[in-house]
């Protein structure tokens, strides 16, 4: 089991930038791919950035050269910066920790609960 909590969601304003953190624990390791999903009311889970066993980056076309996601060897914290950020990024975001990684959610077999980012004009 892997527990995931995220923390560092706020309400901002459009062109604001944030910074979300997922803390890792329980049976972490290095050999994960760790992800951020988003979900706005109304709508789908979405695929924002995940970052492989191995280092290797990808991101959503919406948030491509905006946001960053990073972490740290051990893969028990994760972060995403988000920058230049507009109305439609507003959601819940999610960390997601999967063996395969990807960006179908279904790949992912833990979740945190989430933290509401909400833009604001």
């Known amino acids: 089991q892997v527990q995931l909590t995220e923390s560092g969601g706020g309400l901002v304003q459009a062109g604001d930038s944030l910074r979300l953190s997922c803390a890792a624990s329980?049976?972490?390791?290095?050999?994960?791919?760790m992800g951020w999903f988003r979900q706005a009311p109304g709508k789908e889970r979405e695929f924002v950035a995940v970052?492989?066993?191995?280092?290797?980056?990808i991101y959503a076309d919406s948030v491509k050269d905006r946001f960053t996601i990073s972490t740290d060897n051990a893969k028990v914290s994760l972060w995403l910066q988000m920058n230049s950020l507009k109305l439609e990024d507003t959601a819940v975001y999610y960390c997601?920790?999967?063996?395969?990684?990807?960006?179908?959610?279904?790949?992912?077999?833990?979740w945190g609960r989430g933290t509401q980012v909400t833009v604001s004009v």
């Open positions: 997601a920790v999967s063996r395969t990684g990807g960006s179908d959610p279904g790949a992912y077999s833990f």
């Open positions: 970052i492989s066993w191995d280092g290797v980056k």
């Open positions: 329980g049976r972490t390791g290095s050999n994960y791919a």
